[in-house]
């Protein structure tokens, strides 16, 4: 009898907690709604002019997320301001958009606008649970002919299954985007090559600096030509800044150089839900005796601001591998294909 008894408690407040869950689940739904359809523009932010919004807006600094998450010079630089009244901006932003802590319930609910990209292999989509996902960065590194730019041509073409209006932004550093591999991908996965070419913005960047300075144009580009975004694709991301900083004296200058970049970058893929692909070169250890020597250059910056880490490497029989390394929730793990004129094959 007293276990019937305590069976029913536990029954009662099972169902308490379930529904406790159930309101706070659907409390931060409405809030997320409410947060998207009641954010001022910045010319009504508090403490801000219209001259001042002006120039914020003409900066690129179009709506009240881009001026929340900026740093005082940033705006300084922009507006010409002090940093006093810059830090003021950026705390009104920041009070409005209720950036503080919030339950992982409401953190649940903002992952389900994440989009997974297929790369139309199953291995490979089961390597990463489904796809490229968007809102973070990906990183691919390998040698020469590991898959690494082919990877990024068929992301490009992929991302536009997501939706009709669907863009590929591709920052090419090497001249490597080739259109009429998109044509051939484009067929493959039965998509109209032209309409796919018309989809894909390139820029090619001739130094780091006109790198950086195009990744940082991305966002007036959204917001400009309103623009559905699903996919940035930078190859490679290293080329410029290892040709540029040459030697150990300027390493400490590359890598605050390239930390801004990939801020960027990790900024850009959170604030428009976009998957950011980056292509990374390699080196070789030589003071490694046993394993691998092979690793990825641009050091803990990088290695830090990529979301998914996936080392590429040549297999057996003309097969390609690719490994998982870095994830925040999947397990190391690898897959073998094959690179074939219509796409990626399992092998």
């Known amino acids: ?40 523009t910045i010319f009504e932010l508090p ?11 003409a900066s690129g600094f179009s709506d009240v997320m881009s001026i929340a998450v900026a740093t005082p010079s940033q705006i300084v630089d922009a507006t010409g301001i002090g940093e006093a009244a810059a830090r003021k901006i950026i705390k009104s932003a920041r009070d409005l958009l209720d950036m ?14 994440v989009e997974k990209i297929s790369l139309g292999c199953s291995s490979f989509d089961n390597l990463l649970e489904g796809g490229f996902e968007t809102g973070s960065i990906v990183e691919c590194f390998g040698e020469f ?27 090419d550093t090497e001249n490597t985007f080739r259109p009429e591999r998109i044509i051939q991908f484009a067929k493959g996965s039965g998509l109209d090559p032209d309409k796919v070419l018309a989809n894909i913005r390139v820029a090619k960047a001739y130094n780091s600096d006109h790198q950086m300075l195009l990744a940082e144009k991305v966002s007036d580009l959204i917001k400009d030509k309103n623009l559905n975004v699903k996919v940035v694709i930078i190859d490679s991301l290293m080329a410029h800044f290892r040709a540029e900083f040459i030697g150990r004296g300027s390493l400490s200058e590359r890598q605050q150089k390239l930390n ?41 910056i990088v290695a830090h601001a990529s979301t998914f880490r996936l080392y590429l490497r040549k297999g057996r029989k003309g097969a390609r591998v ?11 793990s690898e897959c073998s294909y ?9 092998a």
């Open 260 to 300: 801004k970049h990939m801020s960027v970058l990790s900024k850009l893929a959170d604030t428009h839900n976009c998957c950011v692909y980056v292509t990374n070169q390699v080196m070789s250890k030589p003071d490694t005796f046993f394993g691998d020597p092979t690793q990825a250059v641009g050091g803990h």
């Open 145 to 171: 002919g590991s898959s690494k730019t082919q990877i990024g041509h068929l992301l490009a073409v992929n991302c536009q299954k997501l939706a009709d209006d669907a863009v590929a932004i591709y920052i």
């Open 1 to 40: 009898m007293n276990n019937l008894i305590n069976n029913d408690n536990n029954t009662e407040d099972d169902n308490s907690l379930n529904e406790e869950s159930n309101k706070e689940f659907n409390e931060g739904s409405e809030i997320i709604k409410k947060k998207t359809n009641s954010i001022p």
């Open 47 to 57: 403490g801000v002019g219209p001259a001042t919004a002006e120039k914020l807006e």
């Open 338 to 346: 094959f690179v074939e004129e219509s796409g990626l094959r399992d």
């Open 322 to 332: 690719a490994k998982l390394i870095d994830a925040p929730n999947l397990p190391d």
């Open 100 to 113: 503080g802590f919030e339950s992982g319930l409401v953190v649940l609910e903002k992952r389900k606008s």
